[in-house]
Nanobody, 121 residues
Framework: QVQLVESGGGLVQAGGSLRLSCAAS????????MGWYRQAPGGRRELVAT?????????GDSARGRFIISKDDTNDKHTVYLQMNDLKPEDTAVYYC?????????????WGQGSQVTVSS
């Protein structure tokens, strides 16, 4: 059973930085992508950034140029990181880790429990 454990959220002033981490436990046969989505109060869940098993990244408009996504696949353990720089009050949201993978012909996905990020002005 694959589970995601997130860490690193919190409160920061505008212009500051935070780093989110998300570690996947359990067996992931063939990683498709891992990444982060976020949802602000009253808003829709939106893409922040993802990284594929091959290392190809995709960023949402709000993250491009400020947030850096990376991953560590050491010993078949998958951890994804999101370095968030120059944070703005509009970045305040719950950030959800996401992973999807293939096991033979079937595709699976999981969401993390969510991490609150609050940016004060």
């Amino acid at each position: 059973q694959v589970q995601l454990v997130e860490s690193g959220g919190g409160l920061v002033q505008a212009g500051g930085s935070l780093r989110l981490s998300c570690a996947a436990s359990g067996t992931i046969s063939t990683l498709n992508k891992m990444g982060w989505y976020r949802q602000a109060p009253g808003g829709r869940r939106e893409l922040v950034a993802t990284i594929s098993g091959g290392g190809v990244t995709d960023h949402g408009d709000s993250a491009r140029g400020r947030f850096i996504i990376s991953k560590d696949d050491t010993n078949d353990k998958h951890t994804v990181y999101l370095q968030m720089n120059d944070l703005k009050p509009e970045d305040t949201a719950v950030y959800y880790c996401y992973v999807d993978w293939y096991d033979r012909w079937a595709r699976f996905d999981r969401w993390g429990q969510g991490s609150q990020v609050t940016v004060s002005s």
